[in-house]
């Protein structure tokens, strides 16, 4: 019973991103997947929005709200997973054409990995070197 508690803790930290570690790990998983599949794929996919396709059809029981910032479904979000693709394959453009929003969450992401892999590299040291 054991490992399988140890796992599922493993599993949640990574599905969470509760940890530096996890954070480093999954934003290095998702990057080198947008540079490797190319974007055409992506293209293919048509709208893969799991807020727009999925949470908030469950939130309003498939009734758009008329305001707010998801009002008609729009989603401020949609489009960053070819957006992010684009600009990993150097085309500024096409990222801001699928999202306008690119290069702001961009900069966010890159300062949340940054900060976790100084966490993770600070975490790491053996106590002995650690200042306090």
């Known amino acids: 019973m054991g490992r399988l508690r140890r796992f599922n ?17 999954n934003f290095s ?9 190319p974007t055409a794929f992506w293209a293919e996919k048509g709208d893969i929005c799991i807020w727009h396709r999925f949470i908030l059809p469950l939130m309003y029981s498939n009734h758009c709200p008329e305001t707010g910032i998801f009002a008609h479904c729009y989603c ?6 070819h957006a992010f693709s684009r600009l990993f394959h150097g085309d500024l453009v096409g990222a801001y054409e699928y999202n306008q929003n690119i290069s702001f969450v961009a900069v966010i992401v890159f300062i949340i990995y940054i900060t976790n892999i ?5 975490n790491g040291r053996p106590h002995s070197l650690r200042t306090t």
Do not use: D
């Open 76 to 81: 401020p979000g949609c489009g960053l997973t």
């Open 9 to 25: 803790k493993i599993l949640f930290e990574f599905l969470s991103f509760g940890s530096p570690r996890a954070v480093v790990i």
């Open 118 to 122: 100084y966490r993770l590299i600070k």
């Open 29 to 37: 998983v998702i990057t080198l997947a947008l540079v490797i599949i």
